[in-house]
């Protein structure tokens, strides 16, 4: 398999998800997220200088701008503000879900030629995605907080946002674009639900909301 | 150029609701914008079903997306309608709304209409996805409205859940750009999808599909994707849940129903019956099971919503384009004017609890009556026009050869109804419970009984002209 530097960066991205799966810090958590995207921002631009394409220069300042930098950052501020270090798993401690990580991680390996785009050239990367996936669902379904919900969720769409780029003559730009400010209007928008949820029960603990359950 | 003229008021809804000092009149200002934009939107609607409506490239309106917009103004004018009585009174007696809470709520109704409009317009899927994306992440404010525990619970569950769902749509949509390799395409524009898609890779469009299907069925309330729905539709304020069940469902099947035009022109039919079919009966019968342990009367119409949904799912795997038009309508006028009424009974008994409330039919006895006809529409009963489109969507189950989907939609609509009519019938009948609050106008009647007498209207007016009508709604697109 000819592996490219798209392929090496999105298993840098991939290999950082795994070490998400094992780490109970929110603030290592959100810098993990924070390198883990701006590394698909490196990759964005990579395929935008290699197409000749220089809008998906912009592209790549976004996702680096708003996913990378932005995001990460507002996250961090509200784990500071309602004084969240840490998140502990539920069902899965760190050693365990580390290694769910790491099958997940080489499964998705042997799977990709089977999902990957094949005159794309970028086979690895597919599997990469695909790994980006199943972790982010992994992380949402395995913590405790909503905050460690909406981490795990922008690992989900991270994934998918990499199987665009690699697998595709590049989605049209000004659905990526609306795609990134959906993104970061749904993470505000979480951000505030938090808060209130912070606010009247004192805990974001999704484990203990269960006054809808009839 | 027409469809543009949808965008000034609700536009003008998010400009002054962003103006606190608005807040004592702009219910009664909107409700009066709405029965405009209302006429604005039969007007393009009209012309849309005429002759395709093309803004832009990726934006423009065919039969199926004029006869949706003219629904969703419908439901949108009625519930802003309601609002402007129901708001103000809650207001007033609940000092912890404060003005700016009220305001908020128009803000985020306009840009949901907009949302909505957004998904119903769009001829790219990507926009659609975006626009839809745009819908759950504005509508989860609006049902944390009164900040309750339970509305924050409920607002979270389905930001969350659904966001995940529209994710794997995301997912859905890149695949389709994927499938597209062997022709060297790469767009999202459905017309260009309906060409291209006998020349893609089949085997990526089938996963497109699938994933799209798992997305947007979450976005509808399929079984078993459907666990948010009732929190969000039950503690939402019963305008913003009259929206949510009776529009924003519509806008999910009309991603679905595009998608499955995709799937038939790429030759694969096959596959949409395949899954479309049994999903839709599955969760028919499965929210029929559901309804008969009720405890509030708002989680009941969503449930029904969800066994609503079943049927529409049901219509788009057969086939049967002109009955989703016309159960679709059906339903979002009867379960509009069920959850307004909903909402003023909570207003007025200061309790949706299925136990709690009782004697209806002697407390208001005009509401006593609109929530029988109500009960009766929605279980589909003659002579109100969900009988008939459940009736033909039987026959043409029948026909397409699906008869152990049509046994399990009618064992579920059986279920259905004994279960609505037992519910129903406690609430209105028994003792009168003690009303503290002044005797409601004849005003909070108006929204439901018109829409009632509507879905009146569409069972006595059905007869061969109007399927013929809905006929070529649905095929302008081929």
Not at chain 1, 19 to 34: E, K, N, T, W
Not at chain 2, 105 to 126: E, I, K, P, S, T
Request: include cysteine; hydrophobic fraction near 60%.
């Amino acid at each position: 398999m000819h592996i490219s530097e798209v392929d090496l960066f999105a298993a840098g991205a991939a290999f950082l998800a795994v070490l998400m799966c094992g780490v109970a810090g929110m603030p290592s958590l959100l810098r993990m997220l924070a390198l883990q995207t701006a590394l698909l921002g490196v990759i964005t631009a990579i395929l935008g200088l290699s197409w000749n394409a220089p809008h998906y220069l912009w592209l790549a300042g976004v996702v680096l701008a708003v996913k990378a930098i932005a995001i990460p950052a507002y996250l961090a501020h509200a784990a500071h503000r309602m004084q969240i270090r840490r998140d502990e798993g539920i069902m899965l401690n760190g050693m365990v879900a580390l290694l769910a990580g790491c099958g997940i991680l080489i499964a998705s390996y042997f799977l990709s030629p089977f999902i990957a785009v094949a005159p794309m050239g970028h086979v690895g990367a597919a599997g990469m995605a695909l790994a980006l996936l199943v972790i982010g669902m992994l992380v949402m379904m395995t913590r405790r907080l909503a905050l460690s919900q909406v981490l795990g969720f922008l690992v989900l769409e991270n994934g998918i946002f990499l199987y665009g780029l690699t697998q595709t003559h590049g989605m049209p730009l000004v659905i990526e674009m609306g795609v990134v400010f959906d993104v970061l209007v749904g993470v505000l928008v979480a951000g505030v639900v938090i808060f209130r949820l912070n606010r009247s029960f004192e805990h974001i603990d999704v484990t203990q909301l269960r006054g809808l359950r009839h | 150029m027409n469809a543009l003229l949808l965008l000034p008021i609700p536009i003008l809804f998010l400009i002054l609701g962003l103006i606190r000092q608005t807040a004592r009149w702009l219910p009664a200002l909107a409700a009066g914008l709405m029965i405009v934009q209302l006429g604005i939107a039969c007007w393009v609607g009209v012309i849309g079903v005429c002759a395709p409506i093309t803004t832009s490239a990726d934006f423009g309106l065919d039969g199926v997306g004029a006869a949706f917009l003219i629904i969703t103004t419908l439901v949108a004018t009625a519930a802003l309608f309601h609002a402007a009585l129901l708001l103000p009174a809650e207001r007033r007696e609940t000092p912890e709304i404060s003005d700016r809470q009220l305001c908020q709520f128009y803000a985020l109704a306009g840009v949901f209409l907009l949302a909505m409009y957004g998904v119903l317009l769009a001829q790219n899927l990507g926009y659609l996805w975006v626009a839809m994306e745009a819908t759950t992440i504005v509508s989860a404010p609006l049902v944390f409205y009164h900040r309750s525990r339970h509305a924050l619970e409920a607002a979270w569950k389905y930001l969350l859940l659904c966001s995940v769902g529209i994710a794997f749509a995301l997912f859905g949509t890149v695949l389709l750009v994927a499938a597209q390799y062997p022709t060297g395409a790469a767009s999202l524009r459905w017309h260009d999808l309906l060409a291209v898609a006998p020349h893609c890779d089949p085997r990526l469009l089938r996963l497109a599909f699938i994933f799209c299907l798992l997305g947007y069925g979450t976005k509808a309330g399929l079984f078993p994707l459907h666990n948010w729905l009732p929190d969000a539709h039950s503690e939402a304020p019963a305008p913003a849940s009259a929206m949510l069940s009776g529009a924003l469902l519509n806008c999910a099947l009309v991603a679905i129903w595009r998608l499955a035009q995709v799937m038939i022109a790429a030759g694969d039919g096959a596959l949409v019956r395949q899954m479309l079919v049994p999903a839709g009966a599955i969760t028919v019968l499965a929210a029929g099971v559901m309804l008969v342990r009720q405890h509030d009367l708002k989680r009941m119409w969503a449930y029904s919503s969800v066994e609503h949904v079943g049927l529409l799912t049901l219509a788009i795997g057969i086939g049967a384009t002109p009955l989703l038009l016309l159960h679709a309508l059906n339903h979002s006028l009867v379960k509009v004017a069920l959850f307004l009424l909903a909402g003023s009974m909570l207003h007025l008994y200061g309790t949706k609890s299925l136990q709690k409330l009782s004697g209806l039919l002697r407390t208001v006895p005009a509401w006593g009556v609109l929530l029988v006809a109500g009960t009766f529409a929605i279980a589909g009963s003659p002579p109100f026009g969900t009988f008939l489109s459940e009736w033909l969507l039987l026959r043409d189950t029948f026909g397409a050869g699906e008869y152990l989907a049509a046994g399990l939609v009618i064992t579920g609509l059986t279920i259905t109804f004994v279960a609505l009519a037992t519910h129903v019938s406690r609430i209105l009948f028994g003792q009168a419970a003690t009303i503290t609050k002044p005797a409601p106008t004849a005003a909070w009647s108006v929204a439901p009984a018109v829409l009632l007498t509507l879905a009146l209207l569409t069972g006595l007016a059905l007869s061969p002209p109007v399927m013929h009508l809905l006929a070529t709604i649905g095929g302008v697109v081929r």
